[in-house]
């Protein structure tokens, strides 16, 4: 696309509905409210539903996006490897499947549980470290029974059977954590950062947070906390991001999931214009250096 009369011309690609579980209002709402902040900007939004991107041979120099089917992501990447932006990028979502984020957060030494990484078909490579999450490996959880937790080898070989059953070849197992569970929001490069406990505000998507239970109010360190998030979207390529930690008494802190772009649903108004300072300081930087 080029630009008229000044304006910077931008796609926006929105997430279709089956990739927003109980969360299809919140995930438009801060998708809506980031492009209303980027025209404030003096920016021309044009937002393409994913399939109605991918159908129509969208092209565009600077793009934003909240996707999640592979088609989009695959056309987000041939148009990144053209040369245009896209934040997140296609390849940072792909990053983002349980399998590569679990590695990457891994190798970069982004405080983690202890994780092992199994083929649905092997039963027998089952830990045997009860209890611990059962998690899909190929993708974001997309129902309540992509993330389960065990507490025997009974229920881990039920959990691998559906697995199976689903056409779901990888599982990424987790260790179970005791502490609290925090929820944060961050956008990188900017100043936002918002972190709290879910079962305070009644914040679920699937209702797995009850297994850590009530807040107890654990002290950490909100810095740490924010800089190693921030390092994970540096690593995974995601500017845009949300993820779920857990806080040990003693205020260890570790990564238990990273998203690309969530909702923001407590912190959506705050969060909005920081997003839209993301992807319009980026645009701009690729503008100077051409």
């Given at each position: ?10 796609v926006g690609v929105s997430r279709g509905n089956e ?151 990888v599982a990424v197992i987790n260790e179970h954590l ?50 190693y998030a921030n390092r994970a979207a540096e690593v ?55």
């Amino acid at each position: 696309m080029q630009q008229n009369e000044g304006k910077i011309r931008v796609v926006g690609v929105s997430r279709g509905n089956e990739f927003s579980p109980n969360h299809i209002g919140n995930d438009a709402a801060i998708f809506q409210g980031a492009a209303g902040e980027l025209v404030k900007r003096g920016c021309e939004v044009t937002v393409f539903p994913e399939r109605e991107f991918v159908a129509g041979h969208i092209q565009a120099d600077f793009i934003f996006d909240m996707a999640r089917d592979n088609a989009t992501i695959a056309r987000l990447k041939a148009l990144e490897d053209a040369g245009a932006l896209v934040v997140n990028s296609g390849y940072g979502i792909d990053n983002c499947a349980r399998q590569p984020m679990t590695e990457l957060l891994i190798k970069n030494g982004i405080p983690h549980p202890e994780t092992w990484i199994i083929s649905t078909v092997d039963n027998a490579s089952l830990p045997n470290v009860f209890p611990y999450w059962i998690k899909r490996g190929d993708s974001h959880a997309m129902v309540k029974e992509d993330v389960v937790y065990v507490e025997c080898k009974r229920e881990a070989e039920m959990v691998l059977a559906d697995f199976r059953k689903r056409g779901i070849p990888v599982a990424v197992i987790n260790e179970h954590l005791v502490g609290d569970l925090v929820k944060f929001y961050g956008v990188q490069g900017t100043d936002f950062f918002y972190s709290f406990y879910p079962t305070e505000q009644s914040h679920s998507k699937y209702g797995l947070e009850a297994i850590n239970g009530k807040a107890r109010g654990f002290f950490f360190d909100r810095n740490k906390l924010k800089d190693y998030a921030n390092r994970a979207a540096e690593v995974l390529r995601v500017p845009i991001y949300g993820g779920d930690c857990v806080v040990s008494a003693k205020g260890e802190i570790r990564i238990i999931d990273f998203n690309d772009w969530p909702s923001f649903a407590p912190c959506r108004e705050e969060a909005a214009p920081y997003i839209a300072e993301c992807i319009y300081n980026r645009i701009v930087s690729k503008q100077d250096n051409r």
